[in-house]
């Protein structure tokens, strides 16, 4: 059988509400090797009103989060239908993550709004959307599920760091059985993959510097120009979170920085700048802890946080790891870009979710596809 193409739009709108992420991508599998190419990209910047209407849905009634789930489907899959007409492409289907409004794993509970049978309904294309809920369904945390794609898409690098809302690490664990971890023929290798989140970023720097006019904090000025408060930090590195099992399937959402980030903040009468200095030093501390006992290798860092040069610089000073920022392309939109492999895997009826990422019982192919 011959090399095998896909042509695929990914939609990724991730928790810190930057936009919605649109991605034209092509994937080519010849031999069970993956290669891919970004077409064309943009994030479109949400207008005030659904802002508004996405912060408000986690304590609304029922009915009126139904309605904006279908509405928010119908405006994304009118986002599609522009972004298809203005760069003139073709694509064979859609793979929407959607927005996550909550993400309660302990209670078997994610999810994200923007309805695919809307999204398909506006655009006259295939959709996969819903990736997370059979994951979370089999006991795991239905989330990261972007590793599957560091795994098949960026081998030549020893860890992924994305830079996002949260902070998440994946890179492959030494097989003693030289078992794969499940994949189909082909995919499997000789090394399980591990992934997990490891603090908040974005979620929390961006609401700082909000508060300031600002939608983030460019280049990390403001937080360059605070002073560390050892205190804070201390207490941000002491939340139990930090204390599980290193290498553990864990995952963070916003529920957890309303509860427990928050209430230190408020806590203590500084400067935001102070705060985002801080936090960029909090934020540096657990990523080095993180992969402090692990090989020296090469970290590819994505995600907007990338852009944030003195919370890439805090990051050096607690590594001995390579880290290096791709184009600026890679930066945005890997995760739309693994979003749409994610549907691609779904359409081919193959694993796309990691039991050994997630803590699920099984290895699984998640997504509810709308023809």
Known sequence: MGAVKYNVIGLMSGTSLDGLDI????????????????????????PENWKQTILSLETTDALTFQKAHIDYGHYLGGLVSDFIIRHSIKADFVASH?????????KKLTVQI?????????????????FRTLDVALGGQGAPLVPIGDKLLFAEYDFCLNLGGFANVSYDLPSPS?????????????RPRIAYDISPVNIVMNAIAEKNGKAFDENGD??????LSGYLLNEFN???FYKMIMDSPKSLGKEWVIKNINPLIEQYEISDADLLRTFCEHIAFQIGKSLKSKPKGKILVTGGGAYNQ??????KQHTEHEIIIPDNKTIEYKEALIFAFLGVLRMRNE????????????DSCGGAVYN
């Open 222 to 227: 403001m937080a360059r120009e605070g002073m």
């Open 238 to 240: 002491q939340l139990g």
């Open 98 to 106: 959607g927005h996550t409004i909550f993400h309660q794993p302990d």
């Open 178 to 190: 030289g078992e794969g971890p499940g994949l189909p023929a082909g995919q499997a290798g000789v």
């Open 23 to 46: 991605a034209f991508c092509r994937f080519t599998v010849d031999n069970s090797v993956w290669t891919y190419e970004i077409v064309c990209a943009q994030t479109i910047a949400y």
């Open 114 to 130: 923007g309805a695919g049978s809307a999204i398909a309904s506006k655009c006259n294309l295939p959709v996969v959307c819903d």
């Open 310 to 315: 003195f919370l890439m610089e805090c990051i």
């Open 351 to 362: 694993v796309n979710c990691l039991k050994s990422v997630t803590g699920a019982t099984r």
